[in-house]
Nanobody
């Protein structure tokens, strides 16, 4: 049974930092790309960052480039999202995600709330 469990969210002041973690189980973690998404109140879920199976390549939404860093530890079956210079507009529920290609299956974690406010 595939499980993705996010943690690390919370309340932080503008300019602060948080590190999110997503612990994966139930599949061969190092075979699959991993992604972070977020959904703010009243908005659609949007992709934030992705990382290839071995961690060699990453991709970021323009809104977080230079501030967020995605990484993974395949020995711990965990993907991380380091978030620096946080802004109020980063407030959202952050989700961990993986997509298997054939047959296509999509898995989501339960999400972790990030609130950036003074």
């Amino acid at each position: 049974q595939v499980q993705l469990m996010e943690s690390g969210g919370g309340l932080v002041q503008p300019g602060g930092s948080l590190r999110l973690s997503c612990a994966a189980s139930g599949f061969t973690f190092n075979n699959y790309a991993m992604n972070w998404y977020r959904q703010a109140p009243g908005k659609e879920r949007e992709a934030v960052a992705s990382i290839t199976p071995a961690g060699a390549s990453t991709n970021y939404a323009d809104s977080v480039k230079g501030r967020f860093t995605i990484s993974r530890d395949n020995g711990k079956n965990t993907v991380y999202l380091q978030m620096n210079s946080l802004k109020p507009e980063d407030t959202a529920v952050y989700y961990c995600n993986t997509v298997w290609p054939l047959p296509k299956r999509t898995f989501w974690g339960q999400g972790t709330q990030v609130t950036v406010s003074s």
